[in-house]
């Protein structure tokens, strides 16, 4: 049994809790970095809040006002572009077609082409009287014409001879003197004749020199012109070969219009050397089965071939186009086909001898107007680079 303690000796009854008064916040030193909010869920997508305007930000006029003025701004040059562009397109070269109309093509049903017909290899007419050329002239003159628009049934070629190539001035079938549109007639680049004002050089589409033929049976062989001292000469007149015969040597020579009629006076003995190119005489070596011999002189100077067009300047600058063409498109193997079939089977009988070049001469791009992917830089760097 418990027993109760006595009245007074109780213990003293435990008192009730009373809440701890609150203590003050404590203000929060100046500078204190706001709390870090941690950024959205990543399956949430972040929108960029706008920044107030008076925290620097933009108002939507604002925007507008800016958008606006790249727009204008755009829109101002494209406006100098377009009319720059107008502007060199207006007073630039003149377009192909404004070319061919200028050059007379337009309603033109024939081309009529002054040609050689007496030097195989080169440009020779049918023995058969039938008024058909063959020879790297001919190929030349074929691809020209194509590029002017004019198909082989369109091509009217027409024997001339050497001294009316300036002229311009050739035969028909009838044998009557006509003028021709264009002439590809082994015609030599000289200063003199660039200064006649009838005769409209192209850039040059073959370089060959001159050299010398005699028959077998010759003595010695030939290695200048000034070993023909005394000798019995043949050779093309009023060409480049009857001139530099004339500075070298005082040799008795002959002057004929045509090179075959020189090459068979040689092989009857009438003369005894003949001298042209060699493209030209590399031929009649090589039908000569062993008859003629053909020797080089060393001349330095290079026979540079071109296509004559007269005063008519727009034709020019569209043979330009068409060798160009030639030269700078890698798909466009007209004068390597013309070299190949043409030039190629007369150097076994001629080893001695640079007959022709074997790549066509470096053509520029002519002014003529044209696109930008239209324009050949490459060849024309490679031209400028030679």
């Known amino acids: 049994m418990t027993e109760k303690p006595a009245r007074g000796q109780e213990p003293p009854e435990p008192e009730p809790d009373r809440p701890e008064p609150e203590r003050p916040a404590e ?43 790249l727009t204008a701004w755009i829109a101002l040059v ?28 337009f309603g033109k049903e024939t081309l009529r082409i002054g040609v050689k017909d007496d030097t195989p290899g080169i440009a020779l007419q049918d023995r058969s009287g039938a008024r058909v050329f063959r020879g790297f002239d001919i190929d030349i003159a074929y691809m020209i014409a194509a590029d002017l628009g004019y198909p082989k049934d369109r091509v009217a070629f027409m024997a001339i001879e050497t001294e009316d190539r300036a002229r311009m001035q050739a035969r028909d079938k009838d044998g009557l003197f006509v003028r021709v549109d264009l002439v590809v007639a082994t015609f030599s680049v000289t200063p003199e004749r660039q200064r006649d004002p009838s005769v409209g050089f192209s850039t040059p589409y073959l370089y060959t020199e001159q050299s010398v033929v005699t028959r077998s049976d010759y003595e010695g062989k030939v290695t200048s012109l000034g070993q023909l001292r005394g000798k ?85 600058d569209l043979i330009n186009l068409a060798l160009y063409r030639s030269y700078a498109d890698p798909q466009n193997h007209g004068w390597e086909d013309a070299y190949k079939d ?29 696109w930008p992917w239209e324009r050949g830089l490459a060849a024309a760097q490679e031209c400028l680079s030679r």
Request: proline share 11%; aromatic share 4%.
């Open 27 to 69: 203000p929060e030193p100046p500078g204190t970095p706001e709390p870090f909010e941690e950024p959205p869920p990543a399956t949430e997508r972040y929108v960029p809040q706008p920044v107030p305007p008076e925290l620097g930000g933009s108002t939507g006029r604002g925007r507008r006002v800016r958008r606006f003025r």
């Open 78 to 105: 494209l406006a100098a572009v377009v009319v720059g562009a107008s502007v060199l397109w207006v007073n630039g070269p003149p377009t192909e077609a404004e070319l061919r109309e200028k050059a007379g093509l």
């Open 232 to 316: 019995k000469v043949c050779t093309l007149g009023t060409s480049t070969s009857e001139v530099e015969l004339e500075r070298a040597t005082r040799a008795d020579v002959t002057a004929k219009n045509r090179i075959s009629d020189c090459i068979e006076g040689l092989k009857n003995g009438e003369y005894d050397a003949v001298t042209t190119d060699a493209a030209i005489l590399a031929g009649f070596v090589k039908e000569s089965a062993g008859e003629l011999v053909h020797h080089d002189i060393a001349l330095e100077k290079t026979e540079m071939w071109a296509v004559n067009a007269g005063p008519n300047a727009a034709l020019r």
């Open 342 to 370: 043409n030039i190629e089977p007369m150097l076994a009988a001629s080893r001695d001898v640079n007959v022709a070049q074997s790549e066509q001469p470096c053509v520029l791009p002519p002014p003529i107007r044209r």
